[in-house]
């Protein structure tokens, strides 16, 4: 710590209260050291106060935290045949943020969103502020100038909680949506779909609950936007793995959004639901069954959102283990954001680079500490593939202290999958 620190004194200036960044190429050789402390440092305080310096000093080098609102606003007036690659960076967050600026740099394209959702939050124990600093400490690193979208996925509120105790529930989100703003999460997507009642008798009143709920936390949220800044929100009507969204449902949700929020800016997008289910179905043998997406309601409900409602489209999740043939068919549809985080975590644990060993000891905790989640039925196999997930945040320095020779080439991988 003193020796990375001590060091910053070479690249970085404090001048009436303001942070410059004098020797840039100092900073970037130092990056590497100054992020793991400020990920792994003993004080939280300390890995606070890092964190933040990380932020700041990206912003002097041009990386800048920023909302796509703007963006957005103009793809729902004139779609641009486009669709924005949300990725949720669940393990080797700093090393894989690396391999993402490298890669736009290397093809010029853009715009790009680094998420995370609430329950990835939790079990990759990566608080906004952390994963913030990682992302912008790849930006430095790679020498990435211009807006970075950091974006808060399935702000979910939890049917199951809710039941038990509405407000505790709600004030837990509005905790959650006020760490996330701090630590320049300028993109929130909130889902209270968890809350659609379809035992009520018309398609409005089953949409109630969800867009009522919805309203409430947007305006939350606009309270809370700094100055120059306007958040991009998006809603949701369909809970994954669940029936296909239908028009009908797209236009009570928005119609009773539009009647129910108060504000200037609403809605910037719709996540529906398709056909898929996020991580993919996993066969007994753990092998992925072909998922199926109903590309014409896709179009359908992004064509109504973006002609009646002005915004820019409607989101597809759980889409990194499709087929690569179906990625052309999102801008052909009208899809305005696609998410992705499964298809990146299978190549960490696939990759033939990663250490068996270190595989074995993962998984070997992840059957011993989550045995209450094997389902009857399910294979070994499907087991793990459920569930590895949460093998990052138990394991986060022992991923982090892999050596470059295991994590250069499982990068390369990435960047492969990437374009």
């Not at 935290?65 to 967050?93: C, D, K």
């Not at 009507?237 to 119609?255: H, M, Q, V």
Request: one cysteine or more; aromatic letters at 10%; a negative charge.
């Amino acid at each position: 710590m003193t020796g990375v620190t001590s060091a910053l004194r070479n690249c970085l200036v404090l001048s009436n209260g303001k942070l410059e960044v004098k020797n840039a190429d100092a900073l970037k050789g130092l990056v590497d050291g100054l992020i793991y402390e400020a990920v792994f440092n003993a004080d939280a305080e300390k890995r606070k106060a890092l964190q933040r310096l990380i932020i700041e000093a990206a912003k002097k080098m041009s990386a800048v935290p920023s909302s796509i609102q703007s963006f957005y606003e103009e793809m729902g007036r004139n779609y641009p045949g486009l669709t924005v690659p949300a990725m949720n960076l669940r393990g080797l967050t700093y090393d894989v943020a690396r391999a993402v600026f490298r890669k736009v740099k290397e093809m010029r394209v853009g715009p790009f969103i680094f998420e995370i959702a609430r329950s990835e939050i939790g079990y990759t124990i990566q608080r906004p502020l952390e994963y913030t600093a990682t992302i912008m400490a790849a930006a430095i690193k790679e020498g990435y100038h211009g807006p970075v979208f950091i974006q808060g996925d399935h702000f979910q509120v939890v049917r199951r909680k809710y039941i038990e105790n509405s407000q505790a529930e709600i004030d837990y989100l509005h905790g959650l949506i006020k760490e996330a703003i701090d630590a320049e999460f300028y993109n929130i997507d909130i889902d209270t779909s968890t809350l659609v009642d379809l035992e009520r008798q018309t398609t409005k009143e089953q949409q109630k609950p969800n867009f009522e709920l919805t309203a409430a936390f947007a305006s939350y949220i606009r309270g809370l936007e700094p100055e120059g800044v306007d958040i991009s929100i998006g809603g949701e009507i369909g809970e994954i793995g669940g029936k296909n969204s239908t028009p009908e449902e797209l236009r009570a949700y928005l119609d009773g959004f539009r009647e129910t929020f108060k504000g200037k800016k609403g809605l910037s997008k719709l996540s529906v639901q398709t056909g898929t289910t996020h991580g993919g179905v996993v066969l007994p043998d753990g092998s992925l069954a072909k998922v199926k997406i109903d590309f014409d309601t896709l179009k359908t409900l992004s064509d109504i959102s973006r002609g009646e409602y002005g915004l820019s489209g409607c989101v597809q999740h759980g889409a990194s283990t499709l087929p690569e043939e179906a990625f052309n068919m999102f801008p052909e549809t009208g899809t305005s954001e696609v998410h992705l985080a499964t298809g990146f975590q299978n190549i960490l644990y696939d990759s033939k680079h990663l250490p068996g060993e270190f595989r074995d000891e993962v998984y070997a905790f992840i059957k011993q500490e989550y045995a209450k989640e094997w389902k009857e039925g399910q294979t070994e196999e499907q087991f793990i593939y459920s569930t590895r997930k949460k093998g990052f945040g138990a394991f986060k320095k022992k991923w982090w202290d892999l050596p470059l020779s295991v994590k250069e080439p499982i990068m390369k991988e990435l960047e492969t999958k990437f374009g």
